[in-house]
């Protein structure tokens, strides 16, 4: 049966979160999306496609279902047809997790099929998430960057830098003044800064909410954090949320 969004539009909407480098937050990025699309009135279909850490699924408060991509120990490029099928055969909005070991396979997929091509001739919008993280996976996250912007000819890219394990910077440079930015800035839709706040309060709140596997909604409405903790918890997701807003996701 085909789902109607709860914005009556009835279009579908596609975000897919893609980095090779493991470990540097792209559930914690698909959770944050689907929650912002969620405020928006969307109708959202969570899918986790991270076959070794199926961490998004751990959101019970997000609607999500897992998707096995594993056959045999490895990952089977066919089952990437169920994920197409789901695509084109519903409406909503989609945000798909996926792991790191399903990055070369899955962009593969992508590129043989020429599946962004079918999918916006169809009427989907599809958006690419990359996350960069600063710290020792700078070079590695840049790198996945890359090769999703060299092989992509949409401006679909939308880049989250995760400051979580330091600074986004290069030989102190921020993202959009280096080289691999500027060189692919017509293909970035976007960016969103994850900022590292306070440790012992801003970031000890973010974890634990992380730890638990919350929304930011759950961790207003429960006991378990204290006030002013839930005002720190309302100043970051403000601040996300209000930088979604600047790009046109919707």
Known sequence: MTKTSSNGSGATSIHISLQGKGGVGKSLMSAILSQYLLSKGQDVQGIDADPVNQTLAEYRGLPVSRLNLLKEGSVDPREFDLLM???LTE???FVVDTGASTFIPLWHYVLENQVLDYLREKGKRVFIHSVITGG?????TLSGFEQLAETTRAKNLVVWLNEYFGPVLHEGIPFREMAVC?????????CVAIVRRTTDTFGRDVEEMICQKLTFEEAFNGSGFTIMAKQRLRVVQRDLFEQLDEIPLL
């Not at 020792?136 to 590695?140: A, I, M, P």
């Not at 500027?182 to 976007?190: D, P």
């Open 182 to 190: 500027k060189k692919h800035a017509n293909k970035v839709h976007g």
């Open 136 to 140: 020792q996976s700078l070079n590695d």
């Open 85 to 87: 099928e789901r695509f």
């Open 91 to 93: 409406s909503g909005t």
